[in-house]
Structure formats: C-alpha cells, structure tokens
C-alpha cells in the first residue's frame, strides 16, 4: 500500500476508521525525512492492512502543535485511535518492522481497560 498525505481535515477520520495507522511527520527539507521516505514506503508495501500516512509539518502546523512535534522525522502509530508508539529519528527497516510487530502483539482489551480506569481515577 504507498503512503498518503493526511491534513487536518482528514486526520480524525483516519484514525477513527482504521485499525493500525502509522504517521510520518516530515518536512520537505528535512534531509534525515527525505533519507527514511523510501524505508517508509518499502515496508508500506508489505503490511497492506496498515495505513502509511504523511503528515507535513509545513503545511499542517495545527496537527504538529497537536501532537507536540519537535523533531523530524517523528512516527507515531495509532491502534484502535490509541498511541502506542511515538519517537523522533529515522527507523531502519528492520527496526520499524519490529516496531510494527510489537504494536501487532498488543493486547488491545487491557490498554482500553487501563485508559478507562485512568479516565474514571482522574
């Protein structure tokens, strides 16, 4: 599956919509972002069931203040609209295949239990 550019419009809609979305917040000067796109895109064509997005931060400032970007690249990948993982730097591919198999082995259940009790405590 090749990426996609996400906007803030659209952003809501994708998380919402979809299982697993990972994000890759970039910029198009960005020499490290530029390095990692074909890593990105490479491992986007094995995991057809998981939504590559792009987020520029030039262009979307709304959802790089959102989520507190600092540093680009940054990734983060949503399951069930939840954060599990979110780290600036470039990923190998080796790397970010591992990072997909540990979101992959989640147990969803528990994570949404734990964020209702932290909800219900606060």
Same mark, same amino acid.
């Given at each position: 599956?090749?990426?996609?550019?996400?906007?803030?419009?659209?952003?809501?809609?994708?998380?919402?919509?979809?299982?697993?979305?990972?994000?890759?917040?970039?910029?198009?000067?960005?020499?490290?972002?530029?390095?990692?796109?074909?890593?990105? &895109?490479?491992?986007?064509?094995?995991?057809?069931?998981?939504?590559?997005?792009? +987020?520029?931060?030039?262009?979307?400032?709304?959802?790089?203040?959102?989520?507190?970007?600092?540093?680009?690249?940054?990734?983060?990948?949503?399951? &069930?609209? +939840? +954060?599990?993982?979110?780290?600036?730097?470039?990923?190998?591919?080796?790397?970010? &295949?591992?990072?997909?198999?540990?979101?992959?082995? +989640?147990?969803?259940?528990?994570?949404?239990?734990?964020?209702?009790?932290?909800?219900?405590?606060?």
């Amino acid at each position: 599956m090749a990426t996609e550019n996400v906007t803030a419009a659209e952003f809501n809609d994708l998380i919402s919509n979809n299982e697993i979305v990972i994000i890759d917040f970039w910029a198009p000067w960005c020499g490290p972002c530029r390095s990692f796109a074909p890593t990105y &895109e490479k491992v986007s064509d094995k995991h057809t069931d998981i939504v590559f997005a792009k +987020v520029n931060t030039e262009e979307e400032e709304e959802l790089s203040s959102h989520f507190q970007i600092r540093s680009i690249p940054t990734l983060m990948i949503f399951r &069930e609209q +939840v +954060v599990l993982f979110a780290q600036p730097g470039m990923l190998s591919e080796g790397q970010l &295949e591992e990072v997909i198999g540990k979101v992959r082995e +989640v147990d969803m259940a528990k994570v949404h239990a734990d964020i209702a009790n932290q909800e219900h405590s606060a």
